[in-house]
C-alpha cells in the first residue's frame, strides 16, 4: 500500500502544477487569413484590453494599408480597421482557445456577417 502511494505522488505533484498557472495569450503578433477574396496581414499590440495596430489587405492588384483600433475582453475582441479612402469594417469574434486563431465575422466597407479567421504566424 505505500509502495502504490509513493508511485502515485509524484504525478499528484505534476497534476498540481498543470498549466493553469501558464499566462494567457494576448493578441500581440502577426496574423493572416481570407476576408472574402481578399487577403488580411495584421499585426497587433495589446495594451490591457487595447488593441492597436496596423495592416494590409489586398484585393486583387490593389494593397490598402490600415490602421486597427479596438479591444479585447478575454475571449471576445472587436477591433476596426480603417483607412482614410475607404468605409471602416468592425472584425469582432473570440479568440480560439489555443491562442492562435480570430475567429469571427466582418461588417462595414460592404462586409455583412462575412466569415474572418486570422492565424497566428
Not at 17 to 24: E, G, I, M, Q
Amino acid at each position: 500500500m505505500r509502495r502504490r502511494f509513493l508511485l502515485a505522488l509524484p504525478l499528484l505533484f505534476f497534476a498540481a502544477c498543470s498549466d493553469s498557472t501558464a499566462p494567457l495569450p494576448t493578441l500581440d503578433g502577426s496574423w493572416q487569413g481570407l476576408l472574402s477574396i481578399s487577403t488580411v496581414t495584421a499585426s497587433l499590440s495589446q495594451a490591457g484590453t487595447a488593441i492597436t495596430g496596423n495592416a494590409s489587405v489586398v484585393f486583387g492588384a490593389s494593397s490598402y494599408a490600415m490602421t486597427i483600433t479596438g479591444n479585447f475582453n478575454r475571449p471576445t475582441f472587436s477591433v476596426t480597421f480603417d483607412n482614410p479612402t475607404l468605409e471602416p469594417f468592425v472584425f469582432s469574434g473570440e479568440l480560439s482557445d489555443d491562442g492562435d486563431r480570430l475567429v469571427g465575422v466582418a461588417n462595414g466597407s460592404g462586409f455583412v456577417n462575412t466569415p474572418l479567421t486570422l492565424t497566428r504566424q
